[in-house]
């Protein structure tokens, strides 16, 4: 993936405490490779997640998680802010801040809960209030099985209020061989709803085209 550098697209991105941590720190590497600004919000819930699921020991502070992720996807300067869970004065936390689409990868169904009500009591959930407000592009990416009344009734009210449910079931017609194709097969739906070239999947049809092109079919 490749990007002008004097161009970069800024993507709000939130990790909450639902099972699969690597959905999102794999979307945090393919947006900064991509070029894009990142503004990361992490949950403390998502911070015993990461630690549980992966290799990752996440510092608890933002500054040293910032210095930490940025060096280990090779983010350029001041290409990833990390904000805490707390910084009102962060751009997500206000209509009048920079007009970004928000990510929620993975959402747990609590932050659902808390979108779907209008809470606000931390920088994600007032960043996921203000997307609605504002109408600008939100992503859900919850991941939970099996999904109760509750959490379906939330995902259909916050559908209808604007928002996307990109659910993390990752496809198996691109013959996946290993886990990390699973989660790309993810990942790049997201990267295609954030308007973010990508090449982690081919979309569907695109060989038919190809051949046609080529006066093979």
């Not at 990390?180 to 790049?188: N, P, Q, R, T």
Request: net charge neutral.
């Amino acid at each position: 993936m490749t990007a002008d550098p004097a161009v970069r697209k800024t993507i709000n991105l939130a990790f909450t405490g639902a099972s699969g941590a690597q959905y999102g720190l794999r979307l945090l590497q393919c947006l900064l490779a991509a070029g894009c600004r990142v503004h990361l919000m992490v949950s403390r819930a998502a911070q015993v997640v990461i630690a549980t699921e992966t290799d990752l020991k996440l510092p608890g502070s933002p500054p040293a998680m910032q210095e930490y992720l940025a060096g280990l996807y090779g983010a350029g300067a001041d290409q990833l802010l990390v904000f805490g869970r707390e910084d009102w004065f962060a751009p997500p936390a206000s209509g009048s801040g920079e007009p970004a689409p928000l990510v929620v990868c993975p959402c747990s169904t609590g932050t659902l809960s808390a979108l779907a009500t209008g809470a606000s009591n931390n920088l994600i959930e007032r960043a996921g209030d203000v997307a609605l407000k504002e109408r600008r592009t939100l992503i859900l990416v919850p991941r939970e099985a099996p999904y109760s009344e509750v959490h379906l009734e939330n995902m259909l009210r916050l559908t209808r209020m604007g928002a996307t449910i990109i659910p993390a079931s990752p496809g198996f017609y691109h013959q996946p061989g290993s886990i990390e194709d699973l989660v790309d097969f993810i990942v790049a739906r997201l990267l295609d709803h954030l308007g973010v070239d990508q090449t982690l999947m081919p979309r569907w049809g695109e060989e038919r085209v190809q051949r046609k092109r080529g006066g093979q079919d």
